[in-house]
T-cell receptor
């Protein structure tokens, strides 16, 4: 019962570097989401996907890109890392659209210096 | 986005105590959700509320959907050490013409239990 898995767990980036945060779910969910969690703040939606090949912007998409080539995978790409992108990133999936139950991964902690 | 105010920000509670936390919104929601996040983990859904006035329990947890549709409450009865964590409220407003996939989250209430 893997559920939603995320890699890496922790990463330090230098300003201007790029990286991809990986997310995989094994529940055959159509809906997938990327959130960021900043200290003392609620989760903010970055991007979401309603199925393979379909993605759309959430509340805070600037500086990020996503793709959804398969049902299972929903990677998040940071092209030019900035200190403002220091955060904890959570991937989630759901069988139905919100407010259907979203299952979250364990998170990726990213530090941009 | 919608603004959710969650209070208190943190609480220290004695094992065995009952505790309450609440969430208020500047907008009307059709759905209220309560999540718990353990250290180093992602949030896990505890309770979902879909109707104004609804009162729903999950073990020692009870949540209510406020009748104004702008607030929700979560109660934990007889606290135990494993209740430690961060509790988040989230709300969603759905309309017939909107495909809004965004949940609005509160900033969380951090619960620490004194044994």
């Amino acid at each position: 019962n893997a559920g939603v898995t995320q890699t890496p767990k922790f990463r330090i980036l230098k300003i201007g570097q790029s990286m991809t945060l990986q997310c995989t779910q094994d529940m055959n969910h159509n809906y997938m989401y990327w959130y960021r969690q900043d200290p003392g703040m609620g989760l903010k939606l970055i991007y979401y996907s309603v199925g393979a090949g379909i993605t759309d912007k959430g509340e805070v998409p600037n500086g990020y890109n996503v793709s959804r080539s398969t049902t299972e995978d929903f990677p998040l790409r940071l092209e030019l890392a900035a200190p403002s992108q220091t955060s904890v990133y959570f991937c989630a999936s759901s069988r139905t659209k919100p407010p259907g139950t979203q299952y979250f991964g364990p998170g990726t902690r990213l530090l941009v210096l | 986005g919608q603004q959710l105010n969650q209070s208190p920000q943190s609480m220290f509670i004695q094992e065995g105590e009952d505790v309450s936390m609440n969430c208020t919104s500047s907008s009307i929601f059709n759905t209220w959700l309560w999540y718990k996040q353990d250290p180093g983990e992602g949030p896990v859904l505890l309770i979902a509320l879909y109707k104004a006035g609804e009162l729903t329990s999950n073990g020692r947890l009870t949540a209510q959907f406020g009748i104004t549709r702008k607030d929700s409450f979560l109660n934990i009865s007889a606290s135990i050490p494993s209740d430690v964590g961060i509790y988040f409220c989230a709300g969603q407003l759905q309309t017939l013409i909107s495909n809004d996939y965004k949940l609005s989250f509160g900033a969380g209430t951090t619960v620490t239990v004194r044994a």
